[in-house]
């Protein structure tokens, strides 16, 4: 099979961590695998994985360039990964002759799926959420969703990396509970980090070992590294470290004391078999445990669907103080987690679910079935 992936670009952040993970798979099961792109950092993972680049914005202005760069590997499918690459993909399959298929990584408000005519017959949705957010008013039928799943990579991410030397890089204490949040720095997203900055005096006044690391990049990040300033002013102390973006993010996560994500960045920290808080765009999930796995599945880890509370500092300062208070419970529940998760999500069958869509998708049936659209 010969799958071509369109996504805008390839720089730090979850959609793309799973396009490089889903690349190399395909890759390894002897499939050829294009991405074409504007590029990124991430240019150098696809690569590795043995895919090939098209380093081509996916723009309409760049139809042309992009028909001619792919023409002499008919390529038999195009899978877009973004509503605007996908209005591009689109096109470029109908012109190329290939199949079509779009997943989907996250909410929309309705009058962007009113609006939106990219839809392939058969779509991708990453959790429950995103499938009901694309089956709502404006959307399209739940008959033609397949429920997918975000696949971790556990060679990479596992439990036990070393991680002292990267504690002395950052300068933090042998005593120091590193809190790790990781994600990119921008709307939403900041904002759970803002309300972790204001919850730090609170925090370190019950545990003066905590520290807590801003780990991303993005537009919010100076006034990430304000908001930090302050936050060591009011404990008189270090509190809070905006780190900036890292590539070795397993070890960051085998450093933490416990981490707090969202979405796939969530799902990695757990396979590390950290204690995992929960929080993102959407709202406050919580401590994420083998009962509610599933539960914070359906909303990826407060990246997609609706959620009771908002990510707001009592809610999260009450969520680390409970892990923290009760650390040794709280990392025998992550380590019984890590090994459900290395089990049931790993890269190999997320790669045997996506393969399935394709097949159907090339023998002329787009439309999942009831059954095979739930996981």
């Not at 779009?102 to 909410?107: F, K, L, Q, T, Y």
């Not at 459900?340 to 190999?348: G, Q, S």
Request: with cysteine; hydrophobic share 45%; proline share 4%.
């Amino acid at each position: 099979m010969k799958v071509l992936h369109v996504h805008p670009k390839i720089g730090i952040g979850g959609v793309e961590t799973y396009l490089c993970r889903l690349i190399g798979e395909q890759v390894r099961l002897g499939h050829t695998v294009g991405l074409l792109t504007a590029g990124g950092v991430f240019e150098e993972r696809v690569t590795a994985a043995g895919g090939r680049l098209f380093l081509i914005p996916p723009r309409k202005e760049h139809l042309e360039a992009a028909l001619e760069a792919m023409a002499p590997h008919q390529f038999d499918l195009i899978h877009a990964h973004n509503y605007r690459a996908a209005r591009f993909a689109r096109a470029l399959a109908a012109r190329a002759g290939a199949r079509y298929l779009m997943s989907v990584h996250g909410p929309r408000w309705f009058w962007h799926r009113l609006l939106f005519r990219g839809w392939s017959d058969a779509v991708i949705a990453m959790s429950e959420g995103d499938r009901d957010n694309i089956t709502s008013f404006g959307g399209i039928s739940r008959r033609r969703v397949h429920l997918s799943f975000y696949g971790i990579d556990t060679d990479r991410f596992r439990p036990g990396l070393e991680t002292e030397s990267l504690r002395a890089e950052l300068g933090l204490p042998k005593e120091a509970l590193p809190l790790v949040y990781i994600s990119r720095f921008a709307h939403q997203k900041a904002g759970v980090a803002l309300e972790l900055l204001r919850a730090m005096p609170r925090i370190c006044a019950a545990e003066p070992r905590a520290i807590l690391l801003l780990v991303g990049e993005g537009p919010m990040e100076d006034q990430l590294r304000a908001g930090a300033e302050q936050a060591n002013r009011q404990a008189g102390r270090q509190a809070a470290l905006v780190v900036g973006p890292r590539r070795d993010i397993e070890r960051v996560m085998n450093l933490g004391a416990l981490v707090i994500a969202a979405a796939n960045t969530a799902l990695e920290a757990i396979a590390c078999g950290t204690p995992t808080l929960a929080a993102g765009r959407t709202g406050y999930f919580g401590q994420v445990t083998v009962d509610n796995l599933e539960a914070a599945r359906a909303v990826c880890f407060a990246d997609h669907g609706r959620l009771a509370h908002r990510a707001t500092e009592p809610h999260l300062a009450r969520g680390i103080l409970e892990i923290l208070s009760n650390r040794i419970a709280a990392q025998a529940a992550a380590a019984e987690l890590s090994a459900l998760v290395a089990d049931r999500y790993n890269v190999a069958r997320m790669a045997e679910d996506i393969e399935g869509v394709y097949q159907r998708a090339l023998n002329g049936k787009g439309t999942p079935s009831q059954a095979e659209s739930v996981v």
